[in-house]
């Protein structure tokens, strides 16, 4: 498939790595680039393990949603806007498979908001995070609000977002705004060992665990207990759960089969 901002590298061990491709605009997320983004994520392929998403080049993942394009945007246009990005980025949230996000620079905006629809977040040393939109007469529009407070809590979240400041790598480590922080040559290395040991395991297992902790967070403690219990339950009917324990009795190295 062709794509005009996306590059994408399909390596034969499950993983995909897509790169946001826009050097112009240090990978602004314009509507182009979002619906690409759409339709890269709608048509991934079923044999696809874990996707990690990153920037193009070496000093920028996603520096925000494209300030030129939103100028002149009035009310009507911008709920548009917010509703194609936020769209975009639940897609993400609710893939079957697990999405790593290799920050690579710039994580601004949008770019941040991206980051955070990801399951994991591991960073590069010079990995600037952010919501600075408070400083261009707007607020985060990509969901930003949301799973900022959800990730880091609302004192932090909240001053974020109302000083519009930037967040080193090492800052956003602190507070839980990401899994790990790397130095930029060893990022992709990093990144491709932790999505090879996640390959390695039942991927079915892997989707409920996904689908458990997405679907249980917004539950009461009840809720997300049995929610928990049905997606246990289900594993039993795969083949692979078989396979897994056997292996293990037998002491032998599991092959799973995705069934
Ligand atoms: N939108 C449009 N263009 C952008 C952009 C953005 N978010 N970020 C960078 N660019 C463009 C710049 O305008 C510049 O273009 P020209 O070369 O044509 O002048 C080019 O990318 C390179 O940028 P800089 O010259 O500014 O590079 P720098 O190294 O000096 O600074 C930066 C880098 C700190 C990331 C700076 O570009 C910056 O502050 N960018 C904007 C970050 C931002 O505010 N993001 C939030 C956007 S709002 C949003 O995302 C809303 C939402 O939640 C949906």
Do not use: W
């Not at 920037?55 to 494209?66: I, L, R, Y």
């Not at 790593?100 to 977040?121: S, T």
């Amino acid at each position: 498939m062709d794509y005009n901002f996306l590059k994408v590298e399909n390596h034969d061990n499950g993983i995909t790595v897509v790169a946001i491709s826009v050097p112009q605009s240090l990978n602004a997320l314009n509507s182009k680039v979002l619906s690409e983004l759409e339709r890269f994520i709608d048509n991934l392929d079923i044999s696809v393990r874990v996707l990690v998403i990153t920037g193009d080049g070496p000093k920028s993942f996603v520096a925000g949603a494209d300030i030129s394009e939103m100028k002149d945007l009035n009310e009507k246009g911008g709920l548009s806007f917010g509703q194609l990005g936020a769209m975009v980025f639940r897609k993400i949230e609710v893939l079957d498979i697990p999405v790593i996000a290799a920050v690579n620079g710039y994580a601004l905006g949008g770019g941040c908001e991206l980051a955070m629809a990801c399951d994991i977040r591991i960073a590069s040393e010079n990995a600037r995070f952010g919501q600075p939109e408070t400083g261009l007469g707007i607020i985060p529009g990509f969901s930003g609000t949301y799973r900022l407070s959800k990730l880091v809590g609302q004192a932090f979240a909240k001053e974020i977002i109302y000083t519009g400041r930037t967040v080193k790598s090492d800052e956003a480590l602190k507070i839980g705004l990401v899994n790990a922080v790397v130095p930029q040559e060893e990022l992709l290395n990093t990144v491709m060992a932790m999505a090879v040991k996640i390959t390695a395991n039942a991927p079915i297992s892997v989707k409920y665990a996904k689908k458990s902790i997405n679907e249980g967070y917004d539950l009461s403690t009840a809720g997300a207990i049995a929610l928990e219990n049905e997606y246990f339950a289900k594993c039993f009917n795969t083949k692979d759960q078989k396979e897994g324990m056997d292996a293990f009795l037998s002491k032998r190295k599991a092959s799973f089969t995705n069934e």
